[in-house]
Structure formats: C-alpha cells, structure tokens
C-alpha cells in the first residue's frame, strides 16, 4: 500500500495569509483514555477562511496504508493540553483509547483553492496509543515551541494504532479527485 505522509506549516496554520500556499494541518478532536484535549486554539479554515476552534496544530501526519498500521501526528498544543499530556505520561496511563479527528489541508494550484486532502470527515477514528519498542507513543515537550512565539505551544507526539474494527481516511490528490482507505480490520 502507499503510504500517505503530510508535512504541514505551523506558521501558516497558526497566522493564515491567503496568498500563501502550504500544506495546514489541524487536530480537530482528541481524547485520549477519559481526558479530552480542549479545543482551544482558533485558527482560519483554509477552504471557507472561516474561524474555528482545534486541540492542535498538525505539522506532520504519516501512515503507512496498511490497515493495522499506525498513525503518526506531530502537532503544537496549547498550554492547557501540554499539562494535560504531561501528567498522562507521568502516570498511570492504564486506559489507552484514542477518539481523534484531523483535517489536512492543501494547495490545489490549477483551481487555486485549498482543498481536505486528508481527513476523518468528522467521524472520530476509533485508536488504541500505539505501543513501540514497550514504550507508548504518546509524549509532549516541556519547553514551549518557538517556531511561533504566540500564541504560546508545545510539541506534541502521538501514535495511534486503529482499534479492531473497521473505519476509513478520506483522502484527495487535488480539489476534485477523492478516494478513501481502510484503517483497521473488524474482528468477529
């Protein structure tokens, strides 16, 4: 399977000009176990430039295709949910479910419009924190991001494998052409 892979810019997620034209990525939603990341950073939606309300800042996004391979997200959060990631990572983390939307965002230059390239189309996967090595593939920086100063974010990493049942990506190469992928496989 291809695998799909997403470098997005947090300057221009974070401050939209619309005469630039780099790939933004943004976390929609997250829960992770029972504690839900705020959404509580508003940024401009590339497609309508109309606000809204994200967890966080994508900046790089990989999957490998296969559909019990995982997800991989780096993406800035506020101060709010690094201390909420923190203290997740400090303690017992027990309960590794991952509820998460995300949208990914890029420059169609023949329509000249941003269009979703990669998304959940609202409908939450369904993860488990993937596990790598023994080690979970959650973590969070303690030091703030200064690839954009304000307003003020921390790096984030989560990789998350898909829960046992079956769920799909919704995927586009430009504004018109869309498909979509499995991601994960049902077991009866």
């Not at 590339?46 to 900046?59: D, K, L, M, R």
């Not at 997740?88 to 983390?93: G, Y």
């Not at 080690?135 to 200064?146: G, I, P, R």
């Not at 898909?162 to 990506?169: K, S």
């Amino acid at each position: 399977m291809a695998s799909n892979d997403y470098y997005c810019s947090l300057t221009q997620a974070y401050n939209f000009q619309k005469d630039q034209q780099q790939a933004v990525g943004h976390l929609t939603t997250c829960t992770i176990g029972t504690s839900t990341l705020a959404a509580d950073t508003t940024l401009t939606l590339p497609t309508t430039f109309a606000t809204a309300a994200v967890v966080g800042v994508i900046s790089d996004l990989s999957w490998n295709g296969g559909y019990a391979d995982p997800i991989h997200i780096q993406c800035n959060v506020s101060n709010a949910n690094q201390v909420t990631v923190s203290v997740l990572t400090n303690t017992d983390l027990s309960n590794t479910l991952v509820q998460m939307n995300f949208n990914i965002y890029q420059f169609d230059p023949v329509n000249k419009v941003y269009y979703l390239a990669c998304t959940t189309n609202s409908t939450a996967l369904n993860c488990f924190v993937n596990k790598s090595g023994g080690n979970l593939s959650l973590s969070v920086q303690t030091e703030n991001d200064h690839t954009v100063e304000s307003p003020l974010n921390y790096r984030m990493y989560l990789g998350a494998m898909p829960q046992p049942t079956a769920q799909t990506i919704n995927f586009a190469a430009n504004n018109t052409a869309k498909y979509v992928k499995s991601f994960g496989v049902s077991v009866s």
